[in-house]
């Protein structure tokens, strides 16, 4: 945790993710706001200084709570960052807080003199159930026909931990077999294995390379590392000191002219206390041996009486319920979206609790978001990267909405801020001018229109394109009316989607194909780059009308497209000129869905140009070292300018994203 406060949670890049006052940021609840930044790094230090008191068992409960307030304080701010470890991270964090986890082999114990101190059983038992769950639900999870079908991770065979399972299947084989089928009976059986003692240690073997070859597959932080620090909780609670006495037993007889005579000295092995048989509540110890009353005559004697069970508490009852209601609360979370309708889009839920690891791939080729001045109808067009660090919130209906608003208030904020330099005028210094986002009134409107695919279907709308998401209603509780379906019908096409897609390919190494969907009444606005030539629309259900070189709000005509258009049905194919736009509209009762094909051309010159030298691998482990030194350095300057900036008002220095 010391490592991924650095890395993941973003101590290491503070200044980029905080320090922008027009930031867009995505709370789980709105009145959360961040902090300025030197206050940010200060929360910052002190997650890290928990994650540290945690590890040393230094001060623990206290180290437990420094570590868990600030971290779902930063968490909750912002939903696109969110990931399943990352709740993990935050959940673990609290079951240490109330377990006993510094009692042995901790500074709390060397400072106290603690030794043997009791660590009560159901703190294992928590861990344990946390852990078992992460694998079962995420293997329930990936019970799901896309991922049984083998289209979510699609072309993962091409990274070279597969190497050694392409030497005797096919890489369609791998993708399907090892990286799906595999994947799916590992996380779903796992558990079970790692809990039995007779089948743990075979199970620890393929957790630990599951755990590896993730590490090195995906950017997920300290997650496999994790993990794997990890699996000894489901050993015998007893594993350390059996570990240390072992070492002791190795070391003593190390020397080889002692230990016929160490053998024949030493005593027989002693069981631990906690192995030693329940002494009867007679039993009386003289001289260290141990006499048992006398049984009377045709009376059995009691094997292994045990001493009374001391009376529980109300702290052990409450400790009970507590655990049975985390466990609950585990098992409901991840399968409790009916009741937050709002948070469902195509997916069920916000991604971070509900353990649909790797379930769903998206491939998004088109985000507009257009702001229209509702007095005159003027329309303006913005860079969808805007005061955002991720494309997340396009594929979230919750998030789609935070953003709408976020924009308009930015967009407001900057109309004022030049109408103020404006109305100023010189007397207060030189005019900066109208405003550069063009915008004359305050009064806005916000669409957007995103075309995405999800596990391989046909690019689609995720939201409704005519709807104003500032108008827009939305609740956590209610199912989100304009968000356009999935279109599942189309499913079992994405089969004919890759018959097609090989067809094209083949033709040449610079040829691909775009595949589309789209609903009645609706239509695509489309510009076609001047590095693509040969290309060709075709219908493959439904029907369509192509409108060649249409009047586009800002944009000047084509002058060699003559304006015309073409309908057609399914089967039928027309050319589609580049360095023009053109319309798509959907005509039949039906959705329609037609497929793009053509050349690429900058990729052709690419090919045929000199290669480049090749770049440093980013993912070596060499690598990856020289990054987490350089954003250590950089967290260290961070918290170093904040306190100054905190303590003697010193200028934090910041950096600047660019691009």
Not at 220 to 236: R, S
Not at 459 to 481: C, N, T
Not at 536 to 564: C, I, S, Y
Request: hydrophobic share 45%; proline share 8%.
């Amino acid at each position: 945790m010391a490592v991924d406060t650095l890395e993941e949670r973003g101590l290491g890049e503070a200044d980029l993710r905080w320090a922008k006052p027009m930031q867009c940021y995505f709370p789980l609840f709105d009145f959360l706001t961040p902090l300025p930044l030197p206050w940010m790094c200060m929360l910052y230090l002190a997650i890290w200084t928990g994650a540290v008191g945690m590890m040393l068992g230094l001060r623990f409960r206290l180290s437990c709570l420094l570590f868990a307030a600030p971290y779902w304080y930063i968490l909750l701010l912002d939903k696109s960052r969110w990931n399943n470890h990352s709740y993990l991270f935050g959940i673990v964090a609290l079951l240490f807080s109330r377990s006993s986890a510094h009692h042995y082999w901790s500074v709390d114990a060397w400072r106290h003199g603690w030794r043997d101190r009791p660590v009560p059983l159901w703190n294992y038992t928590a861990l344990r159930v946390q852990f078992f769950l992460l694998y079962f639900l995420a293997g329930v999870k990936k019970f799901d026909p896309d991922w049984i079908g083998g289209f979510p991770m699609r072309h993962l065979n091409s990274h070279w931990v597969f190497d050694p399972f392409k030497l005797v299947l096919s890489p369609e084989q791998v993708d399907f077999w090892i990286v799906h089928i595999v994947g799916f009976t590992l996380d779903l059986t796992i558990g079970f294995w790692m809990w039995l003692d007779a089948t743990r240690p075979v199970a620890f073997i393929f957790c630990a390379m599951f755990h590896l070859m993730n590490s090195r597959l995906f950017m997920i932080g300290m997650f496999p590392y994790v993990c794997l620090a990890t699996m000894p909780l489901f050993c015998h609670n007893d594993w350390p000191r059996r570990l240390r006495a072992g070492w002791r037993h190795w070391w003593r007889h190390q020397d080889a002219d002692d230990k016929a005579k160490t053998e024949a000295e030493a005593p027989p092995p002693q069981p631990w206390p906690w192995q030693q048989p329940a002494l009867h509540k007679d039993a009386v110890v003289d001289a260290g041996c141990l006499l048992l009353p006398e049984v009377p005559a045709g009376k059995k004697q009691d094997r292994g009486s045990r001493a009374p069970a001391p009376p529980l508490r109300w702290y052990h009852h409450l400790t009970a319920a507590l655990l049975l209601s985390h466990t609950g609360m585990q098992l409901f979370l991840p399968y409790s979206h009916f009741i937050t309708k709002g948070y469902n889009t195509w997916t069920n839920g916000l991604y971070g609790y509900s353990w649909d690891m790797m379930v769903h791939s998206w491939d998004t080729i088109l985000v507009v978001v257009k702001v229209v001045e509702k007095d005159t109808g003027r329309e303006h067009f913005l860079d969808p990267d805007a005061w955002v660090f991720s494309d997340r919130w396009a594929r979230h209906a919750d998030m789609a909405k935070q953003y709408a608003t976020c924009v308009e208030r930015n967009l407001q904020a900057e109309l004022r801020r030049h109408s103020g330099a404006l109305v100023a005028g010189p007397s207060k210094g030189p005019s900066k001018g109208p405003s550069p986002t063009g915008l004359r009134s305050d009064k806005l409107a916000v669409h957007v229109d995103v075309w995405c695919s999800l596990n391989g279907r046909f690019q689609q709308r995720i939201f409704d394109p005519r709807v104003d998401l500032l108008a827009a209603p939305w609740s956590p509780f209610m199912r989100v009316p304009w968000v356009m379906p999935l279109l599942t019908e189309l499913s079992p096409m994405r089969r004919r989607i890759r018959e097609l897609e090989a067809q094209v390919q083949s033709r040449s190494n610079y040829s691909d194909a775009l595949f589309v969907a789209d609903f009645p009444g609706l239509h695509l606005e489309n510009y076609i780059s001047d590095q693509l030539e040969d290309v060709t629309l075709t219908v493959l259900e439904g029907r369509v009308v192509l409108e060649l070189n249409p009047a586009v709000t800002g944009a000047p005509a084509a002058p060699h497209v003559r304006r015309a258009n073409v309908t057609l049905e399914a089967g039928g194919s027309a050319a589609v000129p580049s360095a023009a736009f053109h319309r798509v509209h959907t005509v039949s009762d039906t959705p329609a869905c037609y497929m793009y094909a053509y050349t690429n051309l900058k990729r052709m010159r690419e090919v045929r140009a000199p290669p480049p030298a090749p770049p440093a691998d980013r993912k070596s482990m060499l690598g990856r070292l020289r990054a987490r030194v350089k954003n250590a350095k950089r967290a260290v300057t961070l918290v170093s300018s904040a306190l100054l900036n905190i303590l003697y008002s010193v200028p934090m220095v910041q950096t600047v994203r660019l691009g």
